[in-house]
Each structure stands twice: as C-alpha cells, then as structure tokens.
C-alpha cells in the first residue's frame, strides 16, 4: 500500500526548507533589531486554555487529543475524551505563559515565536491544517507607539522579502462604535464576521445574510450607505467621523486609527490604508487591527499574509486582569507560496547550502580531500566530500542535482603540486588555485 500523509499537512523538501529559512531569517531579523526575544511553548495546551478564545466557529477548529492516547470503554463526554488539545494559535499561549512566568518577566515584555499551529479547517489553496507562524507581540504598555513600531516592522520585512503589499488597519473601537451608532450593539458579532466575508462574498450575499440573521433593514441602509463613502479612502474620512460622533468607543477608535497613520512612514513595500470593512474575526481583540495582501499584479494569491492586532485583557481569563497587548503574525507557509509563484527565489535562497563538493577518487584522495575540506570548513564555508570512488560523471550529476555552484577535483597530480582543480558548475570554467584562493574565490562569489 502507497503511504499518505493526511490532508492539509505536507512534506518539505530541502528546497523547501531553505527557502522558509529565508523568510523566517528575514522576519526574525527584523524582531530582534527591534529588541524581541525568542521563546517557545508547547504543541499541547489544556483545552481550558484554548476553548473560548477564537469564538463559535474557531473552536470548532481545534484538534482534540485523546486522553493518555486512548477511547475510554463505554460512553463518554467529550471532556471525559480529551482535556487537552494542539494549539491554535500563538497569542492565547503566549497570554498564558505570560500569566505563569509573570513573576520572571519585566514589563513591557517584547516575545517574538516561530512555531507550527494546527487547524482542523478545510484544505485549500493557500490554507493548511498544519502551518508555522512568526509572531510577535509586545504586553504590558497600552501606547499606540507599539502599533506603529508593528507598521515598521511589516514594512521593513516585505521590503527585505521585495514583495509589494498593502498593510490594512482598522479598528474594534470603530467597530463597536458602527454597531451602536447602526442600533445594533446586540448584533456586534454579526455585523464583524460579514464584514470580515465582504471583499470574497460581495456586498449583496452580505446583506443577505444579515437580513437572514434579524439585523434591521434601517440599519442595513445607513451601513450600506457608510460603505460605499468609506471602502475607497485610505484614511478614516469626514463622513464616517461625522457618522460616529456621539459615540465614545468610536471616536477613540478614529483617533487612534488616526494617530498610527499620522505616525508611520509611508516608504517601504507595504503601503499603508485605512479599510472599514476589516473586522478580524478573533474575540480577543480589542483596538487597532492589521491585515496585509499582496499587490503583486502577477500573483494569484488573494488571501492574507499578516494578521494581528491589540488586545486588552487576553491575560485576565487567565487571571491577570488589565494586561494590555498587541501582537502580529505572519502567515510563513502563505508568504513561500507568494515568493515561490512570482518567482522571486530564481535568484535567492539556493536549493542547498553547500558551495563546494571534493570528487572522491579513491581512499588516498579521499583522505587529502577531507583535510581539505575541514579547513574550508573553518573559514564559513559549506563543504561536502562525495563519500564513494564513484564514476566522475555520477559524481558531477550529484553535484548539479543539488545546485552545488563548485566541483573540486583533487587526483594525484593536483596532491603533487598541492593546488586543486575547480570547476564551475554554472559557467563550465575550470581552473588550478590554491586551497586558499578557492576559500577568496568562493567567498567573492557570494557576494555578487
């Protein structure tokens, strides 16, 4: 029988696997010159920790675990079944470790986190059931400068990875106050999670479901009306600030919208737009909210690459009330399959991360070769030893299969004269130089 893997999980190559190195190079990079700190937390929360945090549908999604592994014998509850589940995300994890090592940490405590998440959604395109999210989150200071140092580092990482964005901000504050101003601060829900549905779903199925779910037809007008003065502008605007005026939530929600864009660069490969229509459906947030799409007019990809935003008290649950956060993460898996499409690894992020491979001639040679190879080692540089006397021809084939840019052949001759015989795998060029000059060579040629 054929082995499978379960859908919505996947394998990854060597190829695939430097070229997520150099996303996640990129984007660590960025937190840590921004003064995060790396932690980890477990594949495995208690469900008490992740039940109620994502809403109705999100907790849908989680991926139970049986109890010591095993169905119990006879009926069961599910809490009787699984007390404990794979984590959905990194935020409430991190609002949890941040209650328990409270005493250990100073605060404001910037954490960055790079770990697989698990989902038990529906495969697609662009959406796996397994996936790696980069987070980074900055508790324990309510200032908005932590949302612009957010727009910085968004900017800074999609313009080191050369993908042209637009970073989308909104806020729950404006939201909330919408509802209340529309009548409906009963229906705050509804009205987030058709927002959320309107760019895929359009404005008329949208309408339809909120007839369907009893929102006022007087209200569905007014936010009909809304929409269509607001989607296009890339700040708040008059009209949905004269439309808010009365309300508290919503004019604190302008002001700090406003406040972010007054504050943040504008250069860089994510421009920045105020769009009313983003909600981000996640229960914990509270204030400003991100999203980010590729612009690329080549690409394919129509789903987000960063999502994040501030939450007030996602730690008093856990019994640290008034703890003020805000956190982004990006989408690792989405951002390879936008790179990968535009073709923008053709000149980056090489399949293998050996420079140079020693041919094997038989066990004379070999054994010159791996001294050789020890002290090319030593001066930074990846270097293999193919390990059997092999015909040259198969040897060179492993060479150019693994994209190995250079092919040292040390025979008898080349050990005489102590240089050694260099070939350039992409150019054909061979030529005798000194361990040393093959060190230089190499070197140089990663700088070009």
Request: proline share 4%; net charge negative.
């Amino acid at each position: 029988m054929k082995p499978t893997i379960p859908k919505g999980m996947r394998d990854f190559s060597p190829v695939d696997m430097t070229r997520r190195n150099f996303i996640l190079n990129a984007i660590c990079q960025v937190y840590r010159q921004h003064g995060y700190r790396q932690i980890e937390t477990p594949a495995m929360e208690n469900l008490s920790v992740l039940e109620g945090k994502y809403g109705a549908e999100g907790d849908t999604l989680l991926y139970r675990v049986l109890n010591s592994g095993k169905l119990p014998e006879g009926p069961a509850k599910i809490h009787d079944l699984s007390e404990k589940g794979l984590r959905y995300d990194l935020t409430v994890p991190f609002a949890r470790y941040v209650v328990m090592h409270r005493n250990e940490i100073t605060f404001p405590f910037k954490r960055y986190q790079v770990q697989p998440v698990w989902r038990a959604d529906r495969p697609q395109k662009g959406r796996y059931r397994e996936f790696y999210q980069c987070d980074a989150d900055v508790i324990g200071s309510d200032s908005l400068l932590n949302e612009v140092e957010m727009v910085q580092m968004i900017t800074e990482v999609f313009t080191a990875l050369d993908i042209r964005t637009e970073l989308r901000v909104n806020n729950r504050k404006v939201l909330a106050g919408l509802a209340e101003k529309l009548d409906i601060p009963d229906r705050f829900m509804e009205l987030t999670i058709g927002l959320d549905k309107l760019e895929k779903a359009g404005l008329e199925k949208v309408m339809d479901e909120w007839r369907s779910r009893g929102i006022p037809s007087e209200a569905l007008a007014k936010l009909e009306e809304l929409l269509a003065n607001s989607r296009p502008a890339g700040e708040p605007g008059g009209h949905l600030t004269e439309f808010l005026r009365g309300s508290e939530p919503g004019e604190k929600g302008i002001g700090e919208v406003q406040s972010v864009l007054d504050l943040s660069g504008r250069e860089g490969n994510a421009s920045l737009k105020f769009d009313l229509t983003l909600a981000r459906g996640l229960n914990y947030y509270t204030g400003m909210i991100f999203e980010v799409k590729c612009t690329e007019k080549d690409s394919q990809f129509g789903g987000s690459l960063l999502g994040g935003g501030r939450y007030d008290d996602l730690t008093g649950v856990f019994g640290l009330p008034g703890v003020s956060g805000v956190g982004i993460s990006f989408g690792v898996d989405r951002i390879h399959d936008v790179m990968t499409g535009l073709g923008k690894f053709d000149n980056r992020a090489p399949g293998t991360v050996t420079r140079v491979m020693f041919v094997n001639f038989g066990e004379a040679e070999a054994g010159q070769a791996l001294g050789m190879a020890d002290r090319m080692r030593l001066a930074g540089i990846a270097t293999e030893v193919y390990p059997d006397a092999a015909k040259v021809k198969k040897q060179m084939s492993y060479a150019d299969a693994n994209a190995i840019p250079f092919v040292a052949l040390l025979g008898s001759e080349e050990i005489k004269s102590g240089n050694v015989k260099v070939k350039d795998m992409r150019s054909g060029e061979q030529e005798d130089m000194t361990v040393q000059a093959l060190i230089e060579k190499i070197r140089k040629d990663g700088e070009t």
